[in-house]
C-alpha cells in the first residue's frame, strides 16, 4: 500500500517566519505535489515535480517554493509566512501521468 | 477561473436511498475524471474514476456517469450508508497530454447520511 507521510499533522507559526513542511512517499513515485484545502475553495496546486530537481508552478504559487533533492521527499517552502497561508496543506504523489494521485493525511498550518 | 465545479456545498440523504453527486468541468481537454473521499482530519481517498471514453464505470455501490456532451458527471452511491458521510472532491485531469497526472480539483460536496 502507498504511503505519503507528512511530518507534521499541526503547525503554528508567526507572521515572517520562514516554513517547511515536508513529505516523504515510499513508492517510488515520479511525479509529487502540494495542494492547499480551504472551504468553498477545494483543494488547489501550489507545485508539483515529474521527478528529481525538476519543479512545476501549479495554480497558486505565489508564496511559496519547493524543494526536491530526493526522489521519496517534497519539501514545501513558505518564505515568510502570512495570515493568508493559514489552511491544510496535502501533499501527494503518483506513479504515471493520469493515475490517481496518493495524498497524505494533511498539514494544518496556522499562521498568527 | 473554476475549471471544475461542484455547485451543491452539502447534500443529506436517508440512510440506504440513493446519494446523487454532481460535477460540471469546463476545459474541453479534460479526459480522465475521478472522485475522491475525505473525511476530517484525513487526506482524501481515490474512490472511483472514468475515462471519457466511457460514459459509465461502477464499483460495487459507486457509479460514475459521465456527459460530455454536457461537460457534466455524477457519482451515484446506493444504498446510502452512514459510514459515506464525508465531502466528496470531483477532479480532473488532461491524461493524454503533459499535465504530469496533475489534478484540477472541483470545490467539494459535504455529503451526510442519516441513519
Known amino acids: 500500500d502507498v504511503k505519503v507521510t507528512q511530518s507534521s499533522r499541526y503547525l503554528v507559526k508567526r507572521t515572517g517566519e520562514k516554513v517547511f513542511l515536508e513529505c516523504v512517499q515510499d513508492m517510488d513515485h515520479e511525479n509529487m505535489f502540494w495542494y492547499r484545502q480551504d472551504p468553498g475553495l477545494g483543494l488547489r496546486l501550489i507545485y508539483f515535480s515529474y521527478d528529481v530537481k525538476m519543479k512545476e508552478k501549479g495554480d497558486i504559487p505565489e508564496g511559496y517554493s519547493v524543494s526536491r533533492e530526493k526522489k521519496e521527499r517534497f519539501s514545501l517552502i513558505l518564505e515568510s509566512a502570512s495570515t493568508n497561508q493559514t489552511s491544510m496543506y496535502l501533499c501527494?504523489?503518483?506513479?504515471?501521468?493520469?493515475?490517481?494521485?496518493?495524498f497524505g493525511n494533511g498539514t494544518r498550518l496556522t499562521v498568527t | 477561473d473554476q475549471q471544475v465545479k461542484q455547485n451543491s456545498p452539502s447534500l443529506s440523504v436517508q440512510e440506504g436511498r440513493i446519494s446523487i453527486l454532481n460535477c460540471d468541468y469546463t476545459n474541453s481537454m479534460f479526459d480522465y475524471f475521478l472522485w475522491y473521499k475525505k473525511y476530517p482530519a484525513e487526506g482524501p481517498t481515490f474512490l472511483i474514476s472514468i475515462s471519457s471514453i466511457k460514459d459509465k464505470n461502477e464499483d460495487g455501490r459507486f457509479t460514475v456517469f459521465l456527459n460530455k456532451s454536457a461537460k457534466h458527471l455524477s457519482l451515484h452511491i446506493v444504498p446510502s450508508q452512514p459510514g459515506d458521510s464525508a465531502v466528496y472532491f470531483c477532479a480532473a485531469t488532461d491524461a493524454g497530454g503533459t499535465s504530469y497526472g496533475k489534478l484540477t480539483f472541483g470545490q467539494g460536496t459535504i455529503l451526510t447520511v442519516h441513519p
Open positions: 501527494a504523489s503518483s506513479s504515471i501521468r493520469g493515475s490517481p494521485l496518493h
